[in-house]
């Protein structure tokens, strides 16, 4: 995206909320709740906005997007737009679900008018089924060109671009399918908060302090240091990083401290973990912390002289920690893998490390195997994982770099800094996302309508209209010209029993509200009948559906008759 667009051409969103998406608290913290955290609080303090939105189920929920907005400082006013509701989306002109699940909200947006507003999806892990399943939906379902799904990297979008493409080319073959959905696919990094990140020399040689006298670390010793999930199977094994510590501690001569901050998704994982420190680094420290708590995300990069992820794991997409590190002022040694191969691009502030694969076709097996359960997403991802390597060599070299030279450390440190702060910080990621938003609303006014709705057909086939789906199950349906009449016997049955009842009265917010059934009654009563369409067509337009829905109900409870004229 251009970043020298005038602010008039940046667009707004709803924003998709759930308070779990930036549920930081959570036992199993996975990176999308971390991300989910920081765009919140980037979007609060950089958005250029007269009014943020949301889009939630509920009045809970949108006072927790308050609540966070406010906290990172918001001031604009913010504005909720009901689940139920969503039309309310073309006041923002988009709705940013923060997933590339788009599919469901585009159908549902075909009820209304497709040009009311885009929709902005992002990529986080692409190798589940499920996600493979819903970026499938986007070929199918009705996106249009004003739609997108932001990609992190660069790698990323080429894997989706890859299974759309095969999609479509099955649709092509087996249904003779010559046009297609597809959304934008945008390339925008995750962003950081660079200003919490750099917090001024004094405050982070204080911290580095503190942090190495809590855990033992003599203020003379080497810290390399590893933030995120430990799970040797599904994030990042540490065999390599194990095998080149040990041989930088061997050939320094330094006394050298590993610190991996995670947390273990079981005992056995974690016996593991240990088990193998011991055994392949037993000249290095060990040290394993809760990386769930605040004070680990934010503070722990100043205990450590240089960052290392040696990620191997198609389950990653981005990878935030190195973007962190570098704004954090550390060095980093990290896989040449997906995303990392985007941010570090500059070998003045890291040591970027070769990794090694199998050529396509080679896990076909692997593939059948899961789309048959017989493998689980974790057995898939790490199995998967086992065919690929890191450059040993280079993993050692770049260790011994770093420990051997503390001056060199601190000025790639520096370096990576500067980058962060000019690439990732969040004043430059929201810009880009309200840039797209911007060329997205253009688009709707432009350019062709794809699947434009045919009067009378469902916006969803798989999830029509039932009264339509199912209308040759009743002996037949309510026509506007039918006659209306109280019933002549009620046998006992009052409009309040019916309503309490709990055999008729479970969904009373379908209904026209208690006093409006009252009037429906009466003027039933008094017309002497009258037909359906009077009826109904009393009411306004939006509230025609439940007068119509209504008159059954009452039919049902046995309060009014509706013959055929």
């Not at 660069?154 to 671009?161: E, G, K, P, T």
């Amino acid at each position: 995206m251009s970043s020298t667009l005038d602010p008039e051409s940046l667009g707004n969103a709803a924003i998709l909320h759930a308070s779990d998406v930036a549920d930081t608290s959570r036992p199993k913290l996975m990176g999308r709740q971390v991300a989910g955290e920081s765009f919140l609080r980037g979007f609060a303090r950089h958005a250029q906005v007269e009014k943020f939105y949301c889009l939630s189920p509920n009045k809970a929920e949108a006072s927790d997007f308050e609540s966070r907005l406010r906290a990172a400082g918001a001031r604009a006013p913010i504005g909720w737009i009901p689940n139920e509701s969503p039309r309310g989306l073309s006041v923002p002109g988009c709705l940013y679900a923060g997933t590339p699940v788009i599919g469901a909200f585009a159908w549902a947006r075909r009820r209304g008018d497709q040009r009311g507003y885009s929709l902005c999806g992002l990529t986080h892990t692409t190798a589940s089924s499920g996600a493979m399943q819903a970026l499938g939906e986007l070929v199918v379902a009705p996106l249009q060109s004003w739609d997108a799904v932001i990609c992190t990297s660069v790698a990323v979008r080429a894997m989706v671009d890859r299974l759309l493409d095969d999609y479509s080319e099955y649709l092509s073959e087996a249904l003779g399918a010559t046009r297609v959905s597809r959304p934008q696919l945008p390339v925008i990094p995750l962003g950081v908060d660079t200003e919490m990140l750099a917090p001024g020399a004094e405050r982070e040689a204080l911290l580095r302090k503190r942090w190495r006298q809590r855990l033992g670390i003599p203020p003379g010793d080497t810290v390399a240091l590893f933030i995120g999930r430990l799970s040797f199977h599904a994030k990042a094994n540490p065999f390599p990083m194990y095998v080149a510590l040990e041989q930088a501690a061997q050939r320094t001569g330094r006394k050298l401290h590993l610190i991996q901050s995670g947390w273990f998704a079981n005992e056995g994982t974690e016996k593991v973990f240990r088990d193998n420190a011991r055994a392949l680094a037993p000249s290095v420290q060990h040290h394993f912390l809760d990386g769930r708590k605040p004070e680990m995300r934010e503070t722990l990069w100043f205990a450590a002289d240089y960052f290392i992820s040696l990620s191997d794991n198609i389950q990653e997409t981005f990878g935030l920690t190195p973007v962190e590190a570098m704004a954090a002022g550390l060095p980093v040694i990290a896989s040449d893998w997906d995303g990392y191969r985007d941010t570090l691009t500059n070998d003045e502030t890291c040591f970027r490390i070769p990794t090694l694969s199998l050529p396509a076709g080679a896990g076909e097996e692997l593939a059948a195997q899961h789309e048959a359960r017989n493998l689980t997403y974790d057995q898939y991802i790490g199995y998967s994982s086992l065919a690929t390597s890191v450059d040993m060599r280079a993993t050692i070299a770049a260790c011994e770099s770093l420990t051997a030279d503390p001056a060199k450390a601190r000025a790639m440190g520096a370096a990576g800094r500067a980058e962060a702060q000019r690439r990732f910080d969040w004043s430059h990621i929201v810009r880009q996302y309200q840039e797209l938003w911007g060329e997205l609303a253009k688009r709707r006014q432009s350019e062709t309508e794809r699947a434009a709705r045919t009067k009378g057909a469902p916006a969803s086939p798989l999830h029509a209209d039932p009264y339509r789906l199912f209308e040759s199950y009743p002996t037949r349906a309510i026509d506007r010209g039918d006659q209306l009449k109280l019933a002549e016997s009620r046998d006992g049955v009052t409009l309040a029993s019916a309503r309490s009842s709990g055999l008729l009265g479970y969904a009373q917010q379908l209904l026209l509200e208690p006093e409006e059934c009252e009037r429906l009654l009466t003027s039933i009563g008094s017309r002497e009948g009258g037909t359906v369409a009077e009826q109904v067509d009393s009411y306004p337009d939006p509230r025609r559906a439940r007068a119509l829905r209504t008159l059954a109900w009452l039919a049902k409870a046995g309060l009014i008759e509706i013959n055929p004229a």
